[in-house]
């Protein structure tokens, strides 16, 4: 990781606004250059090798694109980009651990593209009790957008129908959520969206 690679993310000011609302969002979270070569795992040459997102777990696994339009591809610890966004949120993992006593054990993310006018439906990232995913992470990579362009993560509270946040892909912002107490909902946007998708998982069984 290159001095300029290293994060900005407040550890402090996330895990405040965790407990107090059980969300956070946090602005220009990576350094910008970071975060145009994160962008850049989105590009037309490397979104030749992304597969549709799936739903469902076990054998109910499926591809629905009416559900889950999104395309991904797993990050690759041997890529330098993705290598720095891991080594920064591995950090963020024992800084949270201390503060928050989560008992998170390890992170997995993505890639994320959603064309535009394609959407996720509302849905929970961990069954509550599992322990599989227990804070969900979303950073936003697009280098501009506008509040029209759309694409607005919707969070909600438990079982509530009405939003608990609206929140839009802004470029560098990203949002950490409680997975087992946030069902969400990605609308559909005027022009592709770029992220990486994460969770901070539980210590297995």
């Known amino acids: 990781m290159t001095r300029d690679d290293r994060g900005t993310m407040d550890a402090d000011e996330i895990a405040d606004q965790i407990t107090s609302a059980?969300?956070?969002?946090?602005?220009?979270a990576l350094p910008p250059g970071?975060?145009?070569?994160?962008?850049?795992?989105?590009?037309?040459?490397?979104?030749?090798?992304?597969l549709p997102g799936g739903v469902g777990r076990g054998a109910q696994h499926t591809h629905d694109a009416g559900v889950r339009g999104d395309v991904i591809s797993?990050?690759?610890?041997?890529?330098?980009?993705?290598?720095?966004?891991?080594?920064?949120?591995?950090?963020?993992r024992v800084d949270l651990n201390q503060r928050l006593y989560l008992g998170l054990f390890d992170y997995d993310c993505h890639?994320?593209?959603y064309g535009a006018g394609t959407r996720y439906h509302r849905h929970l990232d961990s069954l509550r009790g599992q322990r599989n995913r227990l804070l969900s992470t979303v950073t936003y990579l697009n280098d501009q957008w506008a509040d029209a362009d759309g694409g607005e993560l919707i969070l909600y509270h438990s079982t509530d129908q009405n939003p608990t946040a609206r929140i839009l892909p802004r470029p560098g912002r990203m949002v950490l959520f409680l997975s087992e107490d946030f069902p969400h909902e990605v609308l559909a946007s005027r022009k592709p969206r770029h992220s990486v998708a994460g969770w901070f998982t539980g210590h297995p069984a």
Request: net charge negative; aromatic share 10%; glycine share 8%.
């Open 34 to 50: 970071l975060l145009a070569r994160l962008d850049g795992g989105c590009s037309d040459s490397a979104a030749e090798h992304f």
């Open 74 to 92: 797993w990050l690759d610890d041997s890529k330098e980009a993705d290598h720095s966004y891991l080594t920064l949120m591995e950090g963020l």
């Open 22 to 28: 059980g969300f956070a969002t946090i602005e220009d």
């Open 111 to 113: 890639y994320a593209i």
